[in-house]
């Protein structure tokens, strides 16, 4: 059985983005939907609204933080997972969250242009290696925000293909000697 699932909606309120006592990163969003609908003898419809709390973690986390802000339509492709706990007053709680394997900003309504993130690879002090990116804007531009209408969203960032890194590389080399 999976709990894989698909959400598209707004967010609710600017992504807060915080690190743990390890240095995780990990961004929290929420995240409303609405469903219109016409109900049966009814004369107006029908709109229900939902609120997910959404929790991404790592390089994504920082890149939503830094990419996305209150009112963006976003499409999240995540797991439904369970908190429960205890308060002060021995009361018991539960949520349910969507943690994100994935964030991207919806073009249904809008338009945007993706800002690459460039990986590179050092080797660390105990002799293993790094990967690190720094974001670039496809198009030469150094901007991360772009104006949309009435409001402005960045993309969220695509890593870099790793080996467009090397000299000589041509993503498109097969099909151009087979034309």
């Known amino acids: 059985m999976s709990n894989h699932l698909t959400l598209t909606g707004n967010i609710v309120r600017d992504p807060e983005l915080r690190y743990t006592a390890g240095g995780s990163p990990r961004a ?4 409303a939907t609405s469903r219109r609908f016409q109900a049966k003898g009814a004369d107006q419809p029908t709109e229900v609204t939902s609120f997910f709390t959404v929790i991404v973690w790592g390089q994504l986390a920082e890149h939503v933080s830094e990419s996305l802000r209150k009112g963006d339509r976003v499409t999240i492709s995540g797991r439904v997972e369970q908190r429960s706990w205890v308060d002060e007053a021995q009361q018991r709680h539960s949520s349910f969250d969507i943690v994100a394997d994935d964030v991207a900003a919806s073009l249904r309504f809008r338009t945007a242009r993706i800002d690459r993130t460039a990986r590179a690879v050092t080797e660390a002090p105990d002799g ?21 209408g009435p409001s402005s969203f960045a993309a969220v960032g695509q890593p ?5 890194d090397q000299p000589g590389f041509e993503p498109f080399d097969e099909f151009a000697a087979a034309s």
């Open 28 to 31: 929290v969003m929420p995240v």
């Open 128 to 148: 293993t290696e790094e990967t690190s990116g720094a974001t670039q804007a496809a198009g030469g531009s150094d901007s991360s925000s772009f104006d949309t």
């Open 160 to 164: 870099a293909d790793p080996q467009a």
